[in-house]
């Protein structure tokens, strides 16, 4: 693999978006194999492709590629991304693509993140404010992806300070999210809600009523739960069940 874009590519255009876009999607496409199945290589779409900018032949996934230039090479909190309800639509019947996020200095990529598609819920899509009426596309209503709001867990790094994570290690950390996917929207919420807030708990081992803290918290979240604490309980029993939590004795935890 090479951080490096092929800028010939970009000569012959003016936007920056364009250059942006030719040059990265071409990087991608030379470059990435699949890190879902390992298929050693990833196909393109053609342009503004409905399910997303690249495809695996294999295992028929889906991908998007989001990329911003970056002097410090840090993701943003927030990208931006298209048309709010459309987004919306994808994310709630499941047809939303997996996504890469990239950030590049000098013609090189610095970071290459996957999001897969089941850590994605409408509470981390927010919507933007119409254009105006003079605009060509009056009344378009744009779209950003907090993607701060997506526990670690579900940021799987392919290239992390231009350093390549061993292909073995993506396709393992891929696996162990899918344990976590879910097709009801509630649930979804629920349980990377409350994996966000055991991430924040700084050390390895934590317990129950430290996880209770972010009681407020995740109320707010889900107004429509009256008993949040029972609820937390529920998610920290599947969270063990999939792998990612380890029940030490009553009211402790460790984290795997």
Same mark, same amino acid.
């Given at each position: 693999?090479?951080?490096?874009?092929? +800028?010939?590519?970009? =000569?012959?255009?003016?936007?920056?978006?364009?250059?942006?876009?030719?040059?990265?999607?071409?990087?991608?496409?030379?470059?990435?194999?699949?890190?879902?199945?390992?298929?050693?290589?990833?196909?393109?779409?053609?342009?503004?492709?409905?399910?997303?900018?690249?495809?695996?032949?294999?295992?028929?996934?889906?991908? =998007?590629?989001?990329?911003? =230039?970056?002097?410090?090479?840090?993701?943003?909190?927030?990208? +931006?991304?298209? =048309?709010?309800?459309?987004?919306?639509?994808?994310?709630?019947?499941?047809?939303?693509?997996?996504?890469?996020?990239? +950030?590049?200095?000098?013609?090189?990529?610095?970071?290459?993140?996957?999001?897969?598609?089941?850590?994605? +819920?409408?509470?981390?899509?927010?919507?933007?404010?119409?254009?105006?009426?003079?605009?060509?596309?009056?009344?378009?209503?744009?779209?950003?992806?907090?993607?701060?709001?997506?526990? #670690?867990?579900?940021?799987?790094?392919?290239?992390?300070?231009?350093?390549?994570?061993?292909?073995?290690?993506?396709?393992?950390?891929?696996?162990k999210t899918k344990t976590l996917k879910t097709s009801n929207l509630d649930s979804r919420g629920w349980l990377l809600d409350t994996l966000?807030?055991?991430?924040?708990?700084?050390?390895? #081992?934590?317990?129950?009523?430290?996880?209770?803290?972010?009681?407020?918290?995740?109320?707010?979240?889900?107004?429509?739960?009256?008993?949040?604490?029972?609820?937390?309980?529920?998610?920290?029993?599947?969270?063990? #069940?999939?792998?990612?939590?380890?029940?030490?004795?009553?009211?402790?935890?460790?984290?795997?």
């Amino acid at each position: 693999m090479t951080f490096e874009f092929n +800028t010939v590519l970009a =000569e012959n255009y003016h936007s920056n978006s364009q250059k942006s876009r030719v040059l990265t999607e071409d990087w991608v496409e030379r470059n990435l194999y699949c890190p879902i199945c390992g298929k050693p290589y990833i196909n393109r779409y053609e342009n503004n492709h409905p399910t997303g900018d690249f495809f695996c032949k294999d295992c028929s996934s889906d991908f =998007e590629l989001k990329s911003k =230039e970056s002097n410090s090479g840090k993701l943003s909190k927030t990208i +931006t991304d298209g =048309e709010y309800t459309t987004m919306i639509s994808r994310i709630t019947s499941m047809r939303n693509p997996n996504f890469f996020f990239m +950030t590049y200095n000098n013609f090189q990529v610095n970071n290459l993140i996957l999001i897969p598609n089941h850590f994605f +819920t409408p509470q981390i899509i927010i919507k933007r404010k119409p254009l105006g009426p003079n605009a060509r596309r009056a009344g378009w209503t744009g779209c950003n992806i907090d993607i701060s709001a997506i526990p #670690d867990s579900g940021k799987i790094f392919i290239i992390k300070n231009q350093i390549e994570i061993e292909h073995k290690s993506v396709l393992a950390s891929y696996a162990k999210t899918k344990t976590l996917k879910t097709s009801n929207l509630d649930s979804r919420g629920w349980l990377l809600d409350t994996l966000n807030c055991i991430e924040q708990i700084p050390t390895k #081992d934590f317990t129950l009523n430290q996880v209770y803290a972010f009681e407020p918290e995740l109320k707010k979240k889900h107004p429509e739960n009256n008993f949040v604490k029972d609820k937390i309980r529920q998610q920290l029993q599947y969270l063990r #069940d999939k792998g990612f939590v380890e029940f030490v004795t009553p009211g402790h935890y460790r984290k795997i």
